[in-house]
């Protein structure tokens, strides 16, 4: 319901909306959505979409052209910590799917735990761990909830990226990252654990947005700003103003990957 009354908002401000690509914006990473040429409207006037937010994020939706692509971008996201809804996202990205998005592309800010990955790079998932143990499709009814996960970021489009990435001359780990719930950070204990179990960095939120990505049939694709190395691993007082405050470097390096790789999305 809150979809379609959502689109008819959105109808209501653009004449003919579509979108190919689409982005989920992380914490500090918001700046992209002001390159687009475009209609903005805040997610308080679209019904079903997240209205208390995160300090650092940018909760609008914003539909136009980047680097001449149709783009859909929502400037911020609800994570499952606020309120304990692991689908909180699930009508913006039905929203995107019925605008014509069909790639998804999550940013996010993270802890790595790779000394060659430190604060101000980048990384590149190529998999992810489910540590919350929740996923945003319990109580889907449909057989459509036994999504697979194998691929889930696209290697096509992480082969695009990594090519972006080095025309630009900027350094592109890949690496598998593990959504834990937040909002507390993680102890070093527990960061020694998803070291063990496998991960590469630690986050708050994209797994439920790329699994409900995939649920609707888009191709997705993430990339981790690192802002400070994970607990125990650094010698940064690891914070939520820190995060705000580091997510500028990396976040540049991620806006001149995006405008390079978005024109070969669109073909
Ligand atoms: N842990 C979890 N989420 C994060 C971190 C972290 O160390 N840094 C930025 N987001």
């Known amino acids: 319901m809150s979809t379609a009354e959502a689109l008819a908002a959105i109808r209501n401000r653009m004449d003919t909306p579509n979108a190919k690509v689409g982005f989920i914006l992380g914490s500090g990473l918001g700046h992209l959505a002001d390159l687009v040429e475009g209609t903005s409207i805040d997610y308080a006037d679209l019904p079903g979409f997240p209205h208390a937010g995160v300090s650092g994020h940018n909760p609008k939706l914003v539909i136009g052209k980047l680097e001449g692509v149709d783009v859909a971008i929502l400037g911020g996201r609800e994570h499952f910590y606020e309120n304990g809804r692991a689908d909180a996202m699930r009508v913006p990205l039905?929203?995107?799917?019925?605008?014509?998005?069909?790639?998804?592309?999550?940013?996010?800010?993270?802890?790595?735990?790779?000394?060659?990955?430190?604060?101000?790079?980048?990384?590149?998932?190529?998999?992810h761990i489910n540590y919350s143990g929740r996923s945003p499709l319990i109580g889907e009814p449909t057989d459509r909830r036994f999504v697979n996960l194998t691929n889930a970021y696209d290697p096509d489009l992480r082969a695009r990226l990594q090519a972006a990435a080095e025309a630009e001359g900027i350094p592109l780990k890949e690496g598998v990252y593990a959504w834990y719930s937040g909002p507390n950070f993680e102890t070093p204990a527990e960061i020694r654990m998803l070291k063990l179990l496998g991960a590469d960095a630690v986050g708050m939120s994209t797994v439920p947005e790329v699994i409900l990505g995939r649920f609707l049939d888009m191709k997705c694709c993430a990339i981790s700003v690192v802002t400070n190395m994970a607990a125990g691993l650094g010698n940064e007082h690891i914070s939520h103003e820190h995060t705000k405050a580091s997510a500028p470097i990396g976040a540049a390096k991620l806006e001149r990957i995006i405008k390079r790789v978005l024109p070969t999305l669109a073909q």
């Not at 019925?98 to 790639?103: K, N, Y």
């Not at 790595?112 to 604060?119: K, T, Y």
Request: hydrophobic share 45%; aromatic share 6%; proline share 9%.
């Open 94 to 127: 039905e929203v995107l799917a019925e605008l014509g998005v069909d790639t998804l592309f999550a940013t996010n800010a993270c802890g790595s735990f790779l000394p060659e990955i430190p604060p101000g790079n980048l990384m590149l998932l190529n998999d």
